[in-house]
């Protein structure tokens, strides 16, 4: 016999369990959900680290590109 106490408070693994994924629809609508969120934050990270390393090489920061001067 196992005379060691059992816990029968759970800890944060159980409550995650028992909230997201005990039922699979629940658990496959959070997998969706978090997949496009992780999608959204890496994209707007990488945007930002890529106009922070091209300031100036851009066509946005280039204000007389295409532009002729007038002849008067």
Known sequence: MDSTP???GGGVFEGIYKLI???N???????????FAGERA???GVRKLWEYNNI???Y?????LGQ???EE
């Open 6 to 8: 059992r816990r029968s």
């Open 21 to 23: 994924m005990r039922r």
């Open 25 to 35: 629809s629940i658990y496959v609508t959070f997998v969706i959900a978090g997949a």
């Open 42 to 44: 890496v994209d707007y």
């Open 56 to 58: 100036g090489k851009r």
């Open 60 to 64: 946005e920061d280039i204000p007389v």
């Open 68 to 70: 002729r001067p007038t």
